[in-house]
């Protein structure tokens, strides 16, 4: 039985068990089937990645520059990202790995993020927040 975790946007995730082995599992998604119902919906390619018995899904990003708009709770895409996979308890190494970059871009993203939760919860002297 091998547990999967499907991330189709920045605030879902569906987790499923499946009677496939982690490895199998991995290589089929990674070569485009959607051998899991749920994963036949995507509209985009999608990448795996196995740790252990458990494999992340994940929408393929496109490769280019990283989306730079910053929405209204002040957090972009890929620290939203990071932020979600590190709330489950993965560590920046099993990060970098599920997202295909590096443990030095996921401690930017954190630092990103503990920057801006310290600058929205103890604003600066004299605002009016």
């Known amino acids: 039985m091998t547990r999967l975790l499907y991330l189709p946007d920045d605030v879902t995730i569906l987790q499923l068990e499946v009677e496939m082995s982690a490895r199998q599992l991995a290589a089929a998604i990674n070569a485009g089937l959607a051998p899991v119902e749920a994963l036949q919906k995507a509209t985009e390619m999608l990448y795996a990645s196995q ?11 496109k490769r ?3 989306q730079r708009a910053v929405p209204s709770n002040g ?5 939203r990202e990071v932020l979600e996979l590190a709330s489950h308890g993965y560590n920046n190494e099993e ?7 590096s443990r030095r871009t996921v ?16 604003p600066a002297a004299g605002s009016d927040s």
Not at 75 to 79: N, P
Not at 107 to 122: E, R
């Open 51 to 61: 740790i252990g018995n458990t494999v992340i899904v994940f929408p393929r990003h």
């Open 64 to 66: 280019g520059h990283p």
């Open 75 to 79: 957090l972009t895409r890929r620290q």
């Open 95 to 101: 990060i970098a790995r599920m997202m295909g970059i």
């Open 107 to 122: 401690s930017y993203h954190l630092k990103g993020i503990k920057a801006q939760i310290k600058t929205t919860a103890f």
